[in-house]
């Protein structure tokens, strides 16, 4: 398995709380990702980083913050937690920016009441 | 707007026969293709990589194809057996960008009886 490691695993917050998950990786590889997976729309692309301090938006970046201030460690923040970002939320990472394979870490399950 | 199509509904099949799941897309034109595998309350794991100018891939007892003027893949599971229960998902680059942007479909649920 990919050395990824999310945390929380699980967690339930109140709506317009912050939130921060986070994505460690023990690979040294340059891409690191956070996607969300929510039934009918499949996994879409949060945020992506291409090293450290350079992060750009993806799919449905909207609500959602990242930062990256080491090679290892990708951290996504939802400022003010809102019901519709009840998700699973999945780091992944790869080693090149072109064709090669993406590894996924095992999801962080939010819940936002 | 652009698309990507996987049957919705679960494929339910005997063990030991082959398993047929469909990738369709619509105004992509992705330099490659990759088939992952997830299983429940676990991420995905990748499975197969297929670039625009093959035809077929196969590993083992999996099975590629891809067919770009169809704009069409097709995953097959040889001698299935009930361990390959799963969801599959297809995942298109869309590499115009220079950097690897995957566009997932929702995936194919699976499930091999003994």
């Known amino acids: 398995d990919a050395g990824i490691t999310q945390s929380p695993r699980h967690k339930v917050t109140e709506t317009g709380t912050p939130v921060t998950l986070r994505c460690h990786q023990t690979?040294?590889?340059?891409?690191m990702y956070w996607y969300r997976q929510d039934p009918g729309h499949g996994l879409r692309l949060i945020h992506y980083?291409?090293?450290?301090?350079?992060?750009d938006k993806g799919e449905v970046s909207d609500g959602y913050s990242v930062s990256r201030s080491k090679t290892e460690d990708f951290l996504l923040t939802l400022e003010s937690a809102t019901s519709s970002q009840t998700s699973v939320y999945f780091c992944?990472?790869?080693?090149?920016?072109?064709?090669?394979?993406?590894?996924f870490g095992e999801g962080s399950w939010l819940t936002v009441v | 707007s652009q698309k990507i199509e996987q049957n919705s509904e679960a494929l339910n099949i005997q063990e030991g026969k082959t398993a047929t799941l469909t990738c369709n897309y619509t105004?992509?034109?992705?330099?490659?293709l990759q088939w992952y595998r997830q299983d429940p309350g676990r991420g995905p794991v990748f499975l197969l990589l297929?670039?625009?100018?093959?035809k077929e891939k196969r590993k083992e007892r999996l099975k590629v194809t891809f067919d770009t003027t169809l704009k069409q893949s097709l995953f097959h599971i040889t001698a299935s057996q009930p361990a390959d229960s799963a969801t599959y998902l297809c995942?298109?680059?869309?590499?115009?960008?220079?950097?690897?942007?995957?566009?997932f479909g929702t995936g194919t649920r699976l499930l091999v009886s003994p």
């Open positions: 992944a990472i790869s080693e090149t920016k072109g064709e090669n394979t993406i590894y």
């Open positions: 690979e040294n590889h340059r891409y």
């Open positions: 980083s291409y090293g450290v301090k350079d992060t």
């Open positions: 105004n992509y034109s992705p330099a490659y």
């Open positions: 297929i670039r625009e100018n093959e």
């Open positions: 995942a298109l680059d869309i590499l115009n960008t220079g950097f690897q942007k995957l566009v």
